[in-house]
C-alpha cells in the first residue's frame, strides 16, 4: 500500500467517523425530546406530542445514518428542516421559557450538525484525492 491509497484510507475513516458521531448525537437528542414532555412543561398548548415527533423524526434520521447512509443528502436537508422547525415551534407553540430554550437549543443543535455531516462529505472525497 502506497502513501496516496493510505491517506485516502484514512480519509474515508475521518469522513465515517464524523457522520457515525453526527448519528448518534442526533439520536440521543431525538431521544431527549421525545421524552422532554415528561420533565419539561411546554405550557397548556395540548401540543405536547410536537417535541416527541420531532425527536422520533430525528431519531431515525441518526439511526438511519449509523446504518450506512452516510453521504445522504436527503437525510441532511430533513435534519435540518426538522431542526428549524424545532427552532421555530419553541417560540410559536411553548408557552414556557424552560420549553422554549429546549427546543430552541435542541433545533439549534440539530441544524449545526447538519453542517458537521455535510462538510464532512464534501470534504471526504478531496482528501482521498489527495
Same mark, same amino acid.
Given at each position: 500500500m502506497d502513501v496516496d491509497e493510505s491517506s485516502a484510507n484514512d480519509a474515508r475513516a475521518d469522513y465515517a467517523s464524523t457522520l457515525v458521531g453526527v448519528g448518534i448525537v442526533y439520536f440521543l437528542f431525538g431521544a431527549w425530546l421525545m421524552i422532554s414532555p415528561f420533565f419539561i412543561d411546554y405550557g397548556d398548548t395540548g401540543l405536547d406530542l410536537n417535541p416527541v415527533i420531532s425527536g422520533a423524526v430525528l431519531a431515525a #434520521?441518526? $439511526?438511519i445514518r449509523l446504518t450506512g447512509s452516510y453521504a445522504s443528502q436527503v437525510l441532511?436537508? $430533513?435534519g435540518a428542516l426538522v431542526g428549524l422547525w424545532i427552532? #421555530?415551534?419553541g417560540f410559536v407553540i411553548s408557552e414556557t421559557v424552560v420549553g422554549t430554550w429546549n427546543l430552541g437549543v435542541t433545533g439549534a443543535i440539530a441544524v449545526v450538525l447538519t453542517f458537521v455531516a455535510e462538510a464532512a462529505? #464534501?470534504?471526504a472525497p478531496r482528501r482521498s484525492r489527495g
Open positions: #434520521i441518526g $439511526l441532511s436537508l $430533513l427552532i #421555530i415551534s462529505t #464534501i470534504e
